[in-house]
């Protein structure tokens, strides 16, 4: 692995090393379950300055080590690491963006794990597995899981993939994708706080055999309504120009800034998608174009 500044950020070239530390590991869980002796619950509290109170107390070599994973800003995965390990990136506050290479196919369980700074996230795209906790307390606000993607998360309905990402308005998921735990891959995120049928909803879902099938359903169709299909179309993994074109030539340029059911235009769509290589601009200048063609 090496270290390089690159567009500004301290950049980890990531070559599929073993980057845990198990007596670090040992200590964190000490800690926090053992040996506070005297930080109180709002020193530990995720806003609060809590590296400083884990480099104070850690001993020497595992405080190199936290203080080595805090200073990392961004991870380029190299050409030929085809897993992320589990918890490797846990715990690494300062990571704001990460792109994979596209030879990736697994991230493990709590691999980007409490990685509040992360923001940007670009996939592979023969990723084939997302195991639970994967990005439990980052911060993204846009995810689009590619077609080659089998599963999301597991049967563990306390670490959803995508919990705690608290501005987490945009998930574009296949439909040939299995989804474990709907409701819990993003609890606690915007989307689940704003989607449409949560409304008189119980407070303990688990207790309703059909509630993880109908937000599975809803997950994967949130565009399913024929006034929503611009926006399907915008969030699919390679929006093509020429379908999003056909789309608006139904409805007209305005549905283009017609917001769906959770508050998101086609253009923010666009906007977020890494994969995305039309932009607003283009389909508006060919929809003009071609209107006034029509009317030569």
Request: net charge negative; aromatic share 12%; proline share 4%.
């Amino acid at each position: 692995m090496r270290l390089e500044i690159v567009d500004g950020l301290k950049t980890l070239f990531y070559d599929g090393s073993d980057i845990c530390n198990e007596d670090y590991e040992y200590e964190i869980y000490r800690m926090k379950n053992l040996d506070r002796d005297g930080i109180s619950e709002e020193e530990w509290d995720e806003d609060s300055d809590t590296e400083f109170f884990v480099a104070l107390r850690l001993s020497d070599e595992c405080s190199t080590y936290f203080q080595e994973r805090q200073s990392w800003e961004q991870v380029i995965v190299l050409d030929w690491v085809t897993v992320i390990p589990e918890k490797a990136f846990i715990d690494c506050y300062n990571i704001k963006k990460v792109i994979f290479a596209n030879t990736v196919t697994e991230i493990k369980s709590c691999a980007f794990a409490c990685c509040r700074s992360l923001v940007h996230f670009k996939q592979s795209i023969h990723l084939e597995r997302i195991e639970d906790g994967a990005f439990i307390g980052c911060n993204l606000y846009s995810m689009f899981i590619p077609p080659s993607c089998r599963s999301i998360g597991s049967n563990d309905k306390y670490r959803g993939v995508f919990r705690c990402n608290t501005n987490l308005k945009i998930l574009n998921v296949p439909q040939t994708t299995h989804i474990y735990n709907g409701c819990n891959i993003i609890e606690d995120t915007k989307l689940f706080k704003d989607f449409s049928f949560q409304e008189n909803r119980p407070l303990i879902p688990d207790s309703f055999p059909d509630f993880h099938d109908e937000i599975h359903n809803w997950i994967k169709n949130i565009n399913h309504e024929e006034t929503c299909a611009l926006h399907r179309a915008c969030s699919s993994y390679h929006p093509l120009l020429e379908v999003i074109y056909a789309i608006i030539e139904r409805k007209g340029l305005r549905a283009f800034n017609d917001k769906n059911i959770i508050g998101v235009t086609p253009p923010m769509y666009l906007k977020e998608n890494p994969y995305a290589e039309i932009t607003e601009a283009e389909v508006i200048r060919d929809y003009i174009l071609t209107q006034l063609d029509e009317k030569k």
